[in-house]
């Protein structure tokens, strides 16, 4: 079974990863599409070269030129939460700092509807 691949909008109903892959250059922007493809496919089973673990359940989708940042959600979805064009090896910490900020809203959101959900 296929993993779903969703994106993580903003409070205000912006989709950062998608406002990411739009900006990109064609040949950067198809890196990105074939690792969303791929993580699609094989889903927690994808490795490094091409997915690393953060920790605290956030990882990076890795090619030449892209890093995606995503979260597993239950009901195999993949949380694509936002990008970076790779300058160097390390991420920013501004940039992992504003991944764990969406990472938190996705995970309140997820915990909140299955709050509702129940009563």
């Known amino acids: 079974m296929a ?6 909008r903003t409070a205000g109903g912006e989709t950062p990863v998608r ?3 739009a900006g990109l250059p064609v040949d950067a922007k198809a890196e990105a599409i074939a ?12 490795r ?6 953060l920790g605290d359940g956030l990882f990076e989708l890795r090619r030449n030129q892209v890093r995606l940042f995503y979260t597993f959600e239950p ?3 993949i949380r694509l939460l ?5 300058k160097q090896d ?3 910490v501004d940039v992992l700092a504003q991944m764990r ?16 959900k129940k009563g």
Do not use: C, H
């Open 35 to 46: 690792l969303i493809k791929l993580a699609e496919t094989l889903g927690n089973k994808l």
């Open 90 to 92: 390390r991420i920013p």
């Open 3 to 8: 993993w779903r691949m969703e994106e993580y």
């Open 75 to 77: 009901g195999q979805i």
């Open 48 to 53: 490094e070269p091409q997915s690393k673990a």
């Open 82 to 86: 936002g990008g970076m064009v790779k």
């Open 19 to 21: 406002t990411f892959i």
């Open 101 to 116: 900020g969406y990472q938190k809203d996705a995970r309140e959101r997820v915990k909140k509807a299955k709050t509702e």
